[in-house]
Each structure stands twice: as structure tokens, then as C-alpha cells.
């Protein structure tokens, strides 16, 4: 797991955990009919505060939780007490047996392109399956979408673009993987400017800035929101990506 995983994201651990947005309770569904019923075991890689934990817990399974920051596994525990925790890193954790589901929350994008599939069909059992959850931020009104983007330009703040099948597409392309398939499941979300702020003081690419750029861009950021209307209206672009571990 890159190094910013294990860095940034447990000084706001109480933060993410009240301002991220969960998941519906119909993927838990579409995850299950994917299974064929009920796995022996779930492991969470980067479970984080647990956002994930909660959709991946209604399977009824037992839950095995991965977390390199010791400060987001403490609150995990707190919240999970029934789940095992285990604080370690993705690239150096190794499992006891090999696993027959291996899960994660938008987490795809901090592992290295260059070794995560490799390292996923490692650890799954012959047929096991991944499942990884994305999650696009987007902005559903247009005059607001071209407002915040002028903010964040600013400060040459940019999120990588991404379209929504692109983690499936690196678990087909690598050939490690058969029968991957991508669900859709967006939802829209109104914020408040404060509450935007605070959801945006918990993604990485915000908390790696210097600290005097990350004031200057929650100014702009605020003149923008209040300058449209004073609510933030977005469209949670979600995905289900899943895959079976090929022999």
C-alpha cells in the first residue's frame, strides 16, 4: 500500500468516519448473489474507520480487517469489536490460509498499479473472489461543477480522472481474474460548505498539501459554494467490481 495510506488518513480518523458517506445496503446483496451465499471469511484490506466493514458485514461472515494506520485500526476496533483487526500493510500482510474473499473500499487506487492484481490472486484461494468498491465525487449541477473546478484550479488542485470502470478494466487486463464484472450504484449527496470542507480535509490528495495551500483552497472552495447557491449537490458515482481468482 503506498506510504500515504498509512499517514494522512488517521489524523482525521473521527473526521472520515462522521463525514464520508457509507454504502447502500443493495450491494451488500448484489456481493452475495456475486458468492453464492456466505463466505467462510471476509478480508477488508484498508478498512479504514470501517465504512466498508459496515456493507461488508451484513453478509454474515466473519471479518478479517487490514489497516497499516494504527490510529484508524484503534477505531476500528472500538466500532467492530466481533471483527479481528490487524494492523499491518497490504504489501507485507500475509494471511494465514489463503483467503476466499478479499475486499476493499477506495483503496485500489493507493496500491501500486504495477503489483496489486499480482498481489490479490496471491493471496485468494483457486476460485476465491475480489471485490472492490470506487467511488467517483462528482458534481451533478454544471454551473456549480465549473465554479468549484475554477477553485480548486487556484491551487492546481486536481483529482485524477478516472472513469467508472476502471478498476475492473485493471482486473481484466490482467489476466488474473475471470468472470469480472462492475456494478453501478450512485446516489446523489447534498453538503453544506462546511460540511464539503470537512469531507474534503479527508482525502489524501488534499492532506499532503502544505498547509498554508490547504487554507487558501478551502477559502476559494467556500466563495464558490456560497457564490452557487450555498449547498454542494453531488452525484456518488459508486462501483462493485468483481472478480474470481483464475488458476
Not at 479504514?48 to 454474515?60: A, I
Not at 489497516?67 to 466481533?82: C, N, S, T, V
Not at 499532503?208 to 490547504?214: F, N, T
Not at 456560497?226 to 453531488?234: D, I, P
Amino acid at each position: 500500500m503506498a506510504a500515504v495510506a498509512t499517514t494522512v488518513f488517521g489524523e482525521v480518523a473521527a473526521q472520515y468516519d462522521d463525514i464520508r458517506p457509507g454504502y447502500p445496503a443493495i450491494m451488500a446483496e448484489a456481493l452475495s448473489a456475486y458468492l453464492g451465499g456466505t463466505p467462510e471469511l471476509i478480508a477488508e484490506i484498508g478498512a479504514g474507520t470501517g465504512k466498508g466493514t459496515e456493507l461488508f458485514s451484513r453478509l454474515g461472515a466473519p471479518m478479517l480487517c487490514v489497516e497499516p494506520d494504527p490510529r484508524m485500526a484503534e477505531h476500528l476496533r472500538a466500532k467492530f469489536p466481533q471483527a479481528e483487526v490487524v494492523s499491518a500493510d497490504f504489501d507485507s500482510w500475509t494471511p494465514s490460509r489463503p483467503l476466499p474473499v478479499l475486499a476493499g473500499t477506495l483503496i485500489w487506487h493507493l496500491l501500486d498499479p504495477a503489483t496489486r492484481c499480482v498481489r490479490a490472486h496471491s493471496l485468494l484461494e483457486n476460485g476465491g473472489v475480489i471485490a472492490v468498491i470506487g467511488r467517483k465525487h462528482a458534481f451533478a449541477d454544471d454551473e456549480q461543477r465549473l465554479a468549484l473546478h475554477a477553485a480548486f484550479a487556484t491551487e492546481r488542485y486536481r483529482e485524477a480522472e478516472r472513469n467508472s470502470e476502471w478498476i475492473v478494466t485493471d482486473l481484466r487486463d490482467s489476466g488474473l481474474f475471470d468472470d469480472a464484472i462492475t456494478q453501478r450504484f450512485d446516489s446523489d449527496l447534498s453538503l453544506s460548505a462546511d460540511e464539503y470542507v470537512r469531507m474534503l480535509q479527508t482525502f489524501s490528495s488534499f492532506r499532503l498539501r502544505a498547509a498554508d495551500a490547504q487554507e487558501r483552497l478551502l477559502g476559494a472552495i467556500r466563495e464558490a459554494v456560497e457564490a452557487t447557491g450555498g449547498v454542494v449537490h453531488m452525484r456518488l458515482e459508486t462501483s462493485l467490481n468483481l472478480g474470481r481468482r483464475a488458476r
